[in-house]
């Protein structure tokens, strides 16, 4: 939907009152949490990356009127119900440690040091309940209590570092920084190193880009803006061994 035809569905849509930080507004029922904060008047300075649902900068908590629970959710995702109680939650204080990753060697013992706290995990799981993203939280943390440091980075793959598992653990620990370790170590350590990004890595060195780059800062924006609208794309369905007609950097 275009943006002017999203204006025009919130004009249209009923109002429903929500709470923001304790007052009142009336807001089209159609928007998310984030457009309705903007609609109300509030304006992002932090909180707010991608509004698409990957940076996990704009966490968000609130209650609904006559229930017990407290929600989360993600404010760019997650659409507003009447009479909602919300509260952004754009950071989550969580304790990340401080570690030289190059003197690491990828042992389960190292992450283990640097967060013992891992171990006090009490398997109640309401850090995979909150995740947005439905991650499997605390199966990631048993599979590395096990020190199996891959199974780890697969399960935790989807985390968008929102911290809001670490907003609900009962033993403290900041699980999403624990699991970017593991993925870490994972991509340095355990997966077999890459041949196509070596190549890459040497072309550049080698100065292949160095004329093409040359070529596209001479250029003005129209021309850049033309070039780039008319660059060969790769098809939406494309087989493995699909190739670029213009071979010229691959
Ligand atoms: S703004 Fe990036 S996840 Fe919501």
Same mark, same amino acid.
């Given at each position: ?105 990828? +042992?389960?013992?190292? @992450? ?6 891992? !171990?006090? *995990?009490?398997? $109640?799981?309401? #850090? ?16 590395? +209590?096990?020190?199996? @440091? ?6 935790? !793959?989807? *985390?968008?570092? $929102?911290?809001? #598992? ?85």
């Amino acid at each position: 939907m275009s943006v002017s035809e999203q204006a025009k569905t919130a004009i249209e849509a009923k109002l429903i009152p929500i709470y923001i930080m304790g007052k009142k507004y009336e807001v089209p029922e159609t928007l998310t949490i984030m457009k309705a904060m903007e609609y109300a008047g509030y304006q992002y300075i932090r909180g707010c990356g991608c509004r698409g649902g990957v940076c996990g900068a704009c966490s968000t908590v609130y209650r609904k009127p006559g229930d017990y629970k407290i929600y989360t959710g993600l404010a760019c995702q997650t659409v507003v119900e009447p009479e909602m109680y919300l509260t952004q939650l754009p950071f989550y204080p969580a304790i990340r440690s401080s570690y030289n990753f190059a003197e690491l060697s990828g +042992k389960p013992e190292e @992450i283990f040091e640097l967060y013992p706290e891992i !171990f006090r *995990c009490v398997a $109640c799981n309401a #850090c995979s309940k909150v995740c947005p993203m439905d991650v499997e939280v605390m199966d990631y943390i048993s599979e590395l +209590k096990r020190g199996d @440091i891959a199974a780890a980075a697969h399960t935790s !793959f989807d *985390c968008i570092q $929102c911290g809001l #598992c670490a907003s609900r653990c009962y033993g403290e620990m900041p699980q999403y920084h624990i699991a970017q370790l593991a993925r870490r170590i994972y991509g340095a350590y355990l997966t077999p190193p890459s041949e196509h990004l070596k190549t890459m890595v040497a072309n550049i060195q080698a100065g292949r880009f160095k004329d093409g780059l040359t070529e596209l800062k001479a250029m003005g924006e129209n021309d850049l803006k033309s070039t780039y609208q008319e660059r060969e794309m790769e098809p939406a369905v494309a087989g493995e061994d699909w190739t670029p007609k213009e071979t010229k950097y691959l």
